[in-house]
């Protein structure tokens, strides 16, 4: 306790309060597994468009090559 805090209130017990340790516990995790949901998110998305363009490419190399096969 604070010096401040003694002095206001000498008999003052400090409680440890279990309720308000868990939901600051249960806080924590849903910010830590919000964060690697985006993470995975924007790796997902960089994936699929990366992907894309590698058959954008590809799709154009077999046009390239069917024009000069027929």
């Known amino acids: 306790?604070?010096?401040l805090a003694k002095q206001c209130?000498?008999?003052a017990t400090i409680v440890i309060d279990?309720?308000?340790i868990?939901?600051?516990l249960c806080e924590g995790l849903e910010?830590?597994?919000l964060k690697?949901?985006?993470i995975a998110i924007t790796?997902?998305?960089k994936a699929a468009a990366a992907f894309a363009k590698e058959e954008e490419r590809k799709a154009r190399q077999?046009?390239?090559y069917r024009k000069f096969q027929d």
């Open 31 to 33: 910010s830590i597994r």
């Open 22 to 24: 868990v939901k600051r």
């Open 36 to 38: 690697f949901k985006r």
């Open 62 to 64: 077999r046009a390239y």
């Open 1 to 3: 306790m604070s010096l």
């Open 18 to 20: 279990c309720f308000h």
């Open 43 to 45: 790796e997902n998305r």
């Open 9 to 11: 209130f000498p008999n």
